[in-house]
């Protein structure tokens, strides 16, 4: 899940938050940036992040009342957090993985390093969840809304689980048969080009103006949720 990944980088420092986010973003990451804890707090409210790159000493609040406080909301709870800190010693790095983060990274720091407890931490996530994301389509299962980028795309009950079932395999290729029977009840009496329809519906919900089609046709053998060729 390290691919397109979203992180948000909380962070006071402006030089070291470039540098962050320049590199992670080379890497192909999903990058937000905030420089203080009510800044994150709101941004993460509005849409929760993959991964959070937190920085202890924060204006306002601290890097640590953040984590607390995302710890103790339900929909927050789960969001892995790597704590940044000029603090090393060892019972800093306690207190900040007794307050909820997963992992303390000590400043200064090598980019390779951090590369390496990003993607460490990615790696644990589950391949689904409540929200499912790709590219800049972000689908919440408990909502059951569907947004691009932010914007939130009306979808009937079958486009739905047609694209609720391609981003859980984004890449691979679905004959008519396969997407017939994840998105239509077994009972139904459906005809295979009742597919392409609904496929034809769903790309002209979740593309609007300049935006790529997501949703790759290969002929004779199905579609796919996929990032289009340049």
Same mark, same amino acid.
């Given at each position: 899940?390290?691919? %397109? ?5 909380? +962070? ?9 986010? !320049? %590199?992670? +973003? ?9 420089? $203080? ?8 409210? &509005? ?24 710890? #103790?909301?339900?929909k927050t709870k ?8 000029? /603090? ?5 790095? @306690? ?8 992992? !303390? ?12 407890? =990003?993607?460490? *931490?990615? &790696?644990r996530l589950p391949?689904?969840? %409540? ?6 389509? =972000? ?6 809304? =569907?947004?691009? %980028?932010? &914007? ?7 486009? !739905? ?5 391609? *981003? ?9 048969? #396969?997407?017939? #029977?994840?998105?239509?009840? /077994?009972?139904?009496? @459906? ?9 034809? /519906? ?10 790529? $089609?997501?949703?790759?046709?290969v002929r004779a053998?199905? !579609?796919?949720? $996929?990032?289009?060729?340049?």
């Amino acid at each position: 899940m390290t691919h %397109n990944a979203s992180i948000l980088v909380v +962070e006071d420092d402006p030089a070291l938050s470039r540098l962050i986010c !320049y %590199n992670l +973003e080379k890497q192909g990451y999903d990058v937000r940036l905030a420089g $203080d804890g009510h800044t994150a707090l709101d941004q993460i409210s &509005r849409r929760i992040p993959d991964l959070v790159l937190l920085d202890w000493m924060l204006p306002s609040i601290s890097g640590l009342e953040v984590c607390r406080q995302l710890r #103790e909301q339900p929909k927050t709870k789960s969001i892995p957090i790597i704590m940044l800190s000029a /603090r090393g010693q060892e019972t800093d790095s @306690v207190r900040g993985l007794e307050i909820g983060a997963d992992d !303390y990274l000590i400043k200064p720091f090598g980019m390779e390093t951090l590369f390496a407890r =990003v993607k460490a *931490m990615l &790696r644990r996530l589950p391949p689904s969840g %409540n929200v499912l994301k790709f590219d800049a389509l =972000v689908l919440d299962r408990v909502a059951h809304k =569907v947004e691009r %980028n932010g &914007r939130l795309l009306p979808l009937g009950p079958t486009e !739905y689980r047609l694209l609720e079932f391609l *981003m859980t395999h984004p890449g691979q290729v679905f004959s008519r048969e #396969e997407l017939l #029977e994840q998105a239509w009840e /077994r009972s139904s009496c @459906v005809e295979l080009r009742t597919v392409d329809v609904h496929i034809r /519906r769903l790309r002209q919900t979740l593309n609007a103006g300049d935006e790529k $089609d997501l949703i790759r046709t290969v002929r004779a053998r199905g !579609y796919a949720l $996929d990032m289009p060729q340049d």
